[in-house]
């Protein structure tokens, strides 16, 4: 019961700057991307709002590895200012996710 529980309140937080974007949890980086490796965002939406968070940036990095950051903390930490930033990132893709109450997932950029 005692590892449920530290799972239920590990304290989970992202860094958005200059370099990347990093997920913590209780400290340590559990996913991270750099700018200069970034190779493609996805926003991913669900069926479960609005109870639930139900949209997700997705930054896919050159190593095979990302991070997945939930809308709400990507409007805190203005994310979506940066991205719209990379060259052909698709604004309509990011209008057409925020409107969606489906699973989907909408390809907002590819890096050439």
Do not use: Y
Request: aromatic share 8%; glycine share 8%; with cysteine.
């Amino acid at each position: 019961m005692l590892a449920w529980l530290k799972r239920v309140f590990q304290r989970v937080s992202f860094e958005v700057d200059e370099r990347g974007v990093r997920r913590l949890v209780d400290g340590a980086v559990v996913e991270q991307v750099a700018w200069d490796d970034l190779i493609g965002v996805d926003i991913v939406t669900t069926d479960q709002g609005p109870a639930m968070e139900d949209v997700f940036f997705v930054l896919h990095g050159s190593d095979g590895k990302g991070a997945v950051v939930p809308q709400e903390i990507a409007v805190a930490e203005k994310l979506l200012d940066r991205l719209q930033t990379l060259p052909g990132f698709d604004n309509g893709k990011v209008i057409e996710a925020m409107g969606c109450a489906e699973n989907a997932r909408f390809v907002c950029w590819k890096k050439s």
